[in-house]
Every structure is written in C-alpha cells, then in structure tokens.
C-alpha cells in the first residue's frame, strides 16, 4: 500500500515539475497572441477619414513632430503653394501647402509621435517640397492606404540622407511623378515596395 502511495506522489511531484510549467507558458503565449489580434483587428477596421482626429504638429530644436489628436489622425489633402522670399520679396520659392509649409527652412527632421497613426488624404502632393535643409524623416508612423498621389513628395529636399516608408501601402498611388527630384544625397529608401523604389531610382 505503501509502496503505491509513494508512485503516486511521486507522479504528481513530476507532473508539477514538467506540466506546470507548461501551463504557465501556454496561458503567457495566449495572451500575448490575444492582445496581438485585438490590435490586428484594430488596425484593420474600417476607416473613414472625416472622422479621424485633426493632426497637430510642433517644431523643436529643428525637429517637426507630427502629433494625431487622438490614435488616428487625419493629415487633410495638400498641395503646393508659391510665397514670396527675401527682404524685398522679389523671389518666390514651391512649399507645401501644410501648417509647416513656411517654416520648411527651419527643419531638419521629421517623425511621427511614437504609438500614433498620421493617415495621409488622397493628395499628398509636394507634402515636403523645399525642405531642402532636413537630413532625415521616418514616416513610418504614416498610413497611405486612400493616398493617390505622391508627386513631388520630396522634391528640392537636397540634404536628405534618411527616409524610412516602412509599411506604407502605394496600391491606389497613381501619380509618384518628381516624387524624389532633387534629392541628391538619398541612396536608398528604407521599406519602399517596388513601387516607390522604381520612383526613386528614376530621380
């Protein structure tokens, strides 16, 4: 009897040593893979664009940070607007349309606030046209999936050594025209598909 008790406890002490664990690490992994899908299936819903937030930005030290009111935010359609320079004002320069359009001269980089989302409108022509003193962007924070036009993105940005454009999608881009004209420093786009690496060797 005795002896049938002793294989029985011993049976339980080995299935606590093995199976416990095993459990424990079960139950970690599912978790982990729960919060993975619910953010999945976050990312994937349904968008509309007149309903994301306004997106907010601030330039720091040279740095312009792009800044969604909430999760997701909206960057409305841009496009490319002449203003006129200089003491006299009888020079014009191409900017963007952007909040930051007249203040390109005083940036060096640009980002996105970590743990946001920047959605760009269909047009997001010359969006950082002239910028010609930034060295390095990292948009990767931007999702372009209703973006259509991409032309003159970059154009006239003549220090910029760094892009990154890791997970944009460019299936509904139809116009990538002068996307990276005149950037003369940029070897290499960081995660572009063949799309926006075929614009930019055609620079």
Known sequence: MRG???????????LAIFVAPSVWFINEHMQELKEATRDQVETEKVIELDKLADVSYK??????????NA???????????????GKKKKTTELVSSAPWGEKSDTIFKVQ????YTV???PSAEG???NCKYCKEMDLSGFDT??????SRMFEGCAALEKVNVEGWDTDNVQN??????????LTEVKGAGEKIDTAFKSK
């Open 4 to 14: 049938k008790i002793g294989v029985l406890l011993l049976i339980i002490f080995l």
């Open 59 to 68: 330039i720091e030290n040279g740095i312009l940070t792009l800044k969604p």
């Open 71 to 85: 999760k997701y935010g909206r960057l409305t359609s841009n496009t490319i607007k002449e203003i006129k320079k």
């Open 112 to 115: 996105v606030e970590e743990g």
């Open 119 to 121: 959605f760009l409108d």
């Open 127 to 129: 969006l950082f046209i």
């Open 145 to 150: 999936r209703f973006c259509t036009n991409m």
């Open 176 to 185: 990538f025209t002068d996307m990276f004209k005149g950037c003369d420093k």
